[in-house]
């Protein structure tokens, strides 16, 4: 029996994200996850800092308020906004067919549905969690 | 082998879960935490210690807070992980892999931890 060979792992060009605008697109839409974990990260460091007292809170809401923060903010939701619209552009391709009535459901339908939804649910949720 | 894809299986799905989450319901939440108390009109209970402290000590508010956050840094670290192979990062496929999910365990528990 002939040995195997080992495959050799494709390695892309570098730099090869700037040679196009769409793989640009691509690699900023994936990245905008980056900015996912960084809010998450922030989120919980403003939790903790609730659980040691309001002294402690209060200083992070101050930091949080401040110019540097405040942009990285804005940015953090604009990479947001934009995971949140190529996501529902992506579903039909990234999810298991729909059936209803023993049909495929069309993509676009799933699309509306999300983008739809997405005010909605933000509406409820501001209400629920955070509305005075 | 057939571990291995049984973790892939799961790791898709929550990919899956995780990616229409953090589309549906981050931007609202990174508006009233982040955005919002940069302005002093905002009507928003965060940037009140007592409010947001009552608010988050409910329990099914927790449990929404860690499912969703957790689900979405899932997603999140999985996008990451695959764009740095893209990116070049292919020949320290176990590096990377390793640090991503130590990653996002250590971001998962810090989360419990602060709020539970």
């Not at chain 1, 998450?40 to 809401?61: C, D, N, P, R, T």
């Not at chain 2, 999985?78 to 496929?93: A, E, N, P, S, T």
Request: glycine share 6%; net charge positive; proline share 6%.
């Amino acid at each position: 029996m002939e040995p195997q060979r080992k495959r050799k792992q494709f390695e892309p060009p570098s730099l090869w994200w700037l040679g196009h605008r769409q793989y640009l697109a691509y690699t900023l839409r994936e990245l905008s996850s980056f900015f996912i974990i960084l809010y998450v990260l922030l989120f919980s460091i403003s939790m903790f800092q609730l659980k040691l007292g309001e002294a402690s809170y209060q200083a992070y809401e101050r930091l949080l308020t401040s110019p540097p923060f405040i942009v990285l903010s804005i940015l953090i939701l604009a990479f947001s906004v934009y995971h949140s619209i190529t996501w529902f552009k992506v579903t039909p391709t990234a999810l298991p067919p729909i059936r209803v009535n023993g049909g495929k459901m069309p993509g676009w339908v799933l699309v509306a549905v999300q983008v739809y939804l997405w005010p909605l649910i933000s509406y409820v949720l501001y209400v629920w969690i955070y509305a005075r | 082998m057939v571990v291995r894809n049984r973790f892939e299986a799961i790791d898709w799905m929550l990919f899956g879960g995780g990616g229409i989450v953090a589309a549906l319901v981050l931007p609202i939440h990174i508006i009233a935490t982040n955005v919002l108390p940069a302005f002093t009109f905002a009507p928003t209970i965060f940037t009140q210690y007592q409010l947001t402290a009552a608010k988050v000590g409910e329990p099914l508010i927790k449990l929404y807070l860690i499912l969703v956050l957790s689900l979405s840094t899932w997603h999140a670290t999985h996008r990451v992980r695959f764009i740095l192979f893209d990116l070049g990062l292919v020949k320290h496929r176990g590096i990377v892999t390793q640090a991503s999910m130590v990653t996002l365990g250590a971001i998962i528990i810090f989360l419990i931890i602060a709020l539970v």
